[in-house]
């Protein structure tokens, strides 16, 4: 039984965690930057094909499956099955519009999320701190359009990493040992969310960062501490499914709060202290 609810797209894929997803695609052999790499180009596509079903009042979307990718299967469906980067471009290049409908109705307005003073402030500081990021592999800094965009949201993550860490040590000094276990269930998605209602931009830099956490910064600090591989890798797509998860329930709920989208992921004893 899962521990993670499963997610299901509006083009219809569904984060189950299989080889070989919804849409037909073989992810046995990818790497960790290959998954990266595919799932964004998978957003974007999604993303473009609702842009042109609503440009044509088309919001109740077909569900796709192995032809979200064409019709043609051969090496993967053109991304290979392992090093794809080489692959990502032309696959995106020979994406063919969906056919225009006859059916127009009116397009449904969208509220995009407001800058505020607050998010300036920290889109200037991270243009100052460049230097502080320089560490942060290729893969990861350039998924962002704006270099300060990413230390700013490296930043809001940081922050939500310090907020479940001191929610975890209030939950153990009330209530005792292992009560702050299954907090990231709410946090992990959670900031996901909130990073996918500032833009687009955000939400590819959190689920690039997600990915640089769980196996470049805590992988080998729990293989260290005696964690096997399985469990680490177990933990980790765990935690990358709650990213996914809440990364996409931001971004299709813009006009709902990310606490109110997540509210039912807060535990017993996060309720009993009104943690959110």
Same mark, same amino acid.
């Given at each position: 039984m899962s521990f993670w609810k499963?997610?299901?797209? *509006?083009? $219809?894929?569904?984060?189950? $965690?299989? *080889?070989? #997803?919804? =849409?037909?695609? #073989?992810?046995?052999?990818?790497t960790t930057r290959d998954e990266l790499q595919y799932q964004t180009a998978r957003i974007n596509r999604e993303n473009?094909?609702?842009?042109q079903y609503n440009n044509q009042g088309i919001t109740d979307y077909p569900q796709y499956?192995?032809?979200?990718w064409g019709s043609s299967a051969d090496n993967n469906y053109g991304f290979g099955t392992s090093n794809i980067e080489s692959n990502i471009e032309n696959r995106q290049q020979t994406?063919? *519009?969906i056919p225009q409908m006859a059916t127009q109705q009116s397009t449904p307005q969208v509220q995009q999320q407001p800058e505020t003073s607050a998010w300036d402030t920290v889109k200037q500081w991270g243009n100052t701190a460049v230097n502080g990021i320089m560490s942060v592999p290729e893969q990861i800094w350039k998924a962002g359009e704006s270099l300060g965009e990413l230390t700013a949201d490296t930043k809001i993550a940081y922050d939500y990493w310090k907020k479940?860490?001191?929610? $975890?040590? !209030?939950?153990?000094?009330?209530?005792g040992s292992g009560q702050g276990a299954d907090i990231d269930n =709410?946090?992990? *998605?959670?900031?996901?969310?909130?990073?996918?209602?500032?833009?687009?931009?955000? !939400? !590819?830099?959190?689920i690039a960062l997600g990915y640089a956490k769980e196996y470049l910064m805590d992988y080998p600090v729990k !293989?260290?501490? $005696?964690?096997?591989?399985?469990?680490?890798?177990? #933990?980790?797509q765990k935690d990358l499914q709650n990213n996914l998860y809440g990364s996409n329930l931001g971004y299709y709920n813009p006009n709902t709060s990310c606490e109110d989208l997540l509210d039912d992921r807060r535990t017993p004893n996060m309720r009993k202290l009104g943690i959110k």
């Open positions: 499963q997610y299901t797209s *509006p083009l $219809g894929y569904v984060s189950n $965690g299989n *080889p070989i #997803d919804t =849409y037909g695609v #073989d992810h046995s052999g990818f473009e094909l609702m842009k499956t192995t032809n979200f994406m063919t *519009p479940m860490k001191q929610t $975890g040590n !209030r939950l153990v000094k009330t209530f =709410y946090y992990h *998605p959670l900031l996901q969310c909130e990073l996918a209602k500032i833009s687009p931009e955000s !939400r !590819r830099n959190g !293989r260290i501490t $005696g964690q096997s591989h399985d469990e680490v890798m177990k #933990d980790s």
